[in-house]
Every structure is written in structure tokens, then in C-alpha cells.
């Protein structure tokens, strides 16, 4: 069983920063991309960032400059920095990997459970 565990969110105002988290553990034998995505009330879940596991990143156009994404390979973490956030930041923010429970077997989408991110005065 694989599971993701993110940490980091909650409430700051516009203009502040946060650092989301999320941590991967379980039967694993590989992980290829990890990523986030978030999803605002009444809209569709979309990509924020991802990042290949030899670092490649991908950025929505809405977040490139104020967000960064990075991954601790040994440690199967991967972190959102959020810089200068914004009102229209506000979602649930959810970590997701594509993960290699053994050797021959395909990669898999895995999601965390999702952390809350207010951006409000």
C-alpha cells in the first residue's frame, strides 16, 4: 500500500508564502513524475508544478515566478514553495505521483488527501 501524505497548509495573507509538503511511503520501488494540483471551490483540479525525477519542472502560467517545486529523491518528498500568493491561490491543494510499486509493474497515479490553502486578509 502506497501512501501521500501532505503538510503545510493553511491561512496567510495576500503577499505571503507557504511551503507545502508531501511525502510518499509504502510498498514503492520507483517514483517518476511527482506533482501538485489544486482545486478551488465550483472549479475543475488543475497542474500547478511538476517535476520529473531528474528534475524537470512544469509550471502553470498562472503561478511560473512565485511558486517552486522540488523533490528530495532519497526521502520520496516533494515540496511546493509559494511565493507572493494571491486571493485567487485560495484551493485544496493536492500532491500527486506516479509511482512504480515494483519492478515490472506500470506506473500508477497516486493522490494525497489534499490540504487546505486560504489566501486572505
Known amino acids: 500500500q502506497v501512501q501521500l501524505v501532505e503538510s503545510g497548509g493553511g491561512l496567510v495573507q495576500p503577499g505571503g508564502s507557504l511551503r507545502l509538503s508531501c511525502a510518499a511511503s509504502?510498498?514503492?520501488?520507483?517514483?517518476?513524475?511527482m506533482g501538485w494540483y489544486r482545486q478551488a471551490p465550483g472549479k475543475q483540479r488543475e497542474l500547478v508544478a511538476s517535476i520529473a525525477s531528474g528534475g524537470n519542472t512544469n509550471y502553470a502560467d498562472s503561478v511560473k515566478g512565485r511558486f517552486t517545486i522540488s523533490r528530495d529523491n532519497p526521502k520520496n518528498t516533494v515540496y511546493l514553495q509559494m511565493n507572493s500568493l494571491k486571493p485567487e491561490d485560495t484551493a485544496v491543494y493536492y500532491c500527486?505521483?506516479?509511482?512504480?510499486?515494483?519492478?515490472?509493474?506500470?506506473?500508477?497515479?497516486?493522490w494525497g488527501q489534499g490540504t487546505q490553502v486560504t489566501v486572505s486578509s
Open positions: 500527486n505521483a506516479h509511482i512504480r510499486i515494483r519492478i515490472r509493474s506500470p506506473p500508477q497515479d497516486y
Open positions: 509504502g510498498s514503492i520501488y520507483s517514483i517518476n513524475d
